[in-house]
Nanobody
Framework: NVQLVESGGGSVQAGGSLRLSCAAS????????MGWFRQAPGKEREGVAL??????RYAVSVKGRFTISRDNAKNTLYLQMNSLKPEDTAMYYC???????????????????????WGQGTQVTVSS
């Protein structure tokens, strides 16, 4: 039974930083493509960053500000978010695929439907 549990969300002022964590169980996350998504009220869920054994991939809106990484020993995925902006405000979700690489998912536009496993989400609020 796969479980993904996010933590680390909160409220910060614009320009601040947060680090999100996603602890996986029942799933060896290091073997698979994983990602972070976010969903703001009234908007579709959008891909933020993906990671596999090759290299990380980012949405244009966060490139240079966010860093995705993982600690294989802890079976945990991270998202370091710097220079946060009010438009980054959203519920952030950790997600995992059942395949090794992220290239296909990235080329398809980081769609939520490419990911089988989801956490419950953690709220990030950035005030101006």
């Amino acid at each position: 039974n796969v479980q993904l549990v996010e933590s680390g969300g909160g409220s910060v002022q614009a320009g601040g930083s947060l680090r999100l964590s996603c602890a996986a169980s029942g799933y060896t996350s290091s073997r698979y493509c994983m990602g972070w998504f976010r969903q703001a009220p009234g908007k579709e869920r959008e891909g933020v960053a993906l990671i596999d054994s090759e290299y990380p991939r980012y949405a244009v809106s966060v490139k240079g500000r966010f860093t995705i990484s993982r600690d294989n020993a802890k079976n945990t995925l991270y998202l370091q978010m710097n220079s946060l902006k009010p438009e980054d405000t959203a519920m952030y979700y950790c997600a995992g695929r059942g395949v090794t690489y992220c290239s296909g998912a990235y080329l398809r536009g980081m769609k939520a439907e490419d990911f089988a496993y989801w956490g419950q989400g953690t709220q990030v609020t950035v005030s101006s």
